[in-house]
């Protein structure tokens, strides 16, 4: 299963960005897909995740910004993130989990400016 990442980039605080990731190759049924970022040397968090199910959880920090949303067709998952923080600059991964097993995305930046 490969992951691409696209979206990030330098953004003011309070505006706006949206983050894709399709996954593709050996995809036989997703049981998630999700947002984690990471600003080391703090541990990775799940900043928006979506069971197969459709159940959807976010970190409490972004609750009311940001949302997540799924492509069934195309295996696309996308974090639009709206009122953006400084708080909010990381390196944002991608993961999905297929059959148990969590592949992840290369990683993209965001940076949001004060």
């Known amino acids: 299963v490969q992951l691409q990442a696209s979206g990030g980039g330098l953004v003011q605080a309070g505006g706006s960005l949206r983050l894709s990731c399709a996954a593709s190759g050996s995809i036989v049924s997703i049981n998630f897909m999700g947002w984690f970022r990471q600003t080391p040397p703090k541990h990775r968090e799940l900043v928006a995740g979506?069971?197969?199910?459709?159940?959807?959880n976010y970190a409490d920090s972004v609750k009311g910004r940001f949302t997540i949303s799924r492509d069934v067709a195309d295996n696309t998952v996308y974090l639009l993130m709206n009122s953006l923080r400084p708080e909010d600059t990381a390196v944002y991964y991608c993961?999905?989990?297929?059959?148990?097993?969590?592949?992840w995305g290369r990683g993209t930046q965001v940076t949001v400016s004060s």
């Open positions: 979506m069971s197969s199910g459709g159940s959807i």
């Open positions: 993961s999905v989990v297929v059959l148990g097993r969590q592949y």
